[in-house]
């Protein structure tokens, strides 16, 4: 086995993406609507892009700034799922992709566990490291290697369906209609 990544990430230069298969509408009510899951103190402004794929219009890509804390990445990701019938999606992704010179260290890639009946948790791959990280504890387990390879993520496990690719998200100047979602976060 290889060392196992540090724990909390260095996502410096990444590009980093929450993708859910709702209308962008609903994923725009959904961030306005998450500051008032954040404590109060030491916020600041954070400004997504928002635009459905245009390779796969019933996802809609959400685009973060910059790496917020692990804790947001996560949660709000899980939060684009919605809280009541008929707002947010059924299958929230985390995507953040390397930047060139980062390259070897691959993708980080994460989606809600859908066995923990809590709906709090979310199964993780990174630098062929595989976690398990609880929201509420805001705690990380490394599961082991390869244990959820790329394709768990996007061509397995109930998304081979959806038609969702990694490739997508490399050439964004394709995207002809960002939306601009500005809202306060813990920095």
Request: aromatic share 16%; net charge negative; with cysteine.
């Amino acid at each position: 086995m290889s060392k196992q990544p540090r724990f909390p990430f260095d996502l410096t230069g990444y590009a980093c993406f929450s993708l859910i298969n709702c209308p962008a509408e609903q994923a725009i009510q959904l961030l306005k609507e998450y500051p008032g899951l954040c404590a109060p103190e030491n916020r600041v402004s954070f400004s997504f892009q928002v635009a459905a794929l245009p390779e796969h219009p019933a996802w809609t890509l959400v685009r973060w700034p910059q790496p917020g804390r692990f804790y947001d990445l996560m949660n709000l990701t899980l939060w684009l799922m919605g809280y009541r019938a008929g707002l947010g999606g059924e299958n929230p992704i985390f995507a953040a992709l390397p930047p060139a010179e980062r390259a070897a260290e691959g993708p980080l890639l994460a989606r809600p566990d859908y066995d923990n009946q809590f709906g709090d948790s979310m199964l993780g791959y990174w630098q062929d490291w595989s976690f398990a990280y609880t929201i509420p504890g805001e705690s990380l387990r490394w599961i082991g290697e390869d244990v959820f390879p790329q394709e768990y993520f996007f061509n397995g496990r109930g998304y081979s369906s959806t038609g969702v690719q990694l490739d997508w998200l490399k050439d964004l100047e394709r995207i002809p209609a960002w939306v601009e979602c500005e809202i306060p976060m813990e920095q």
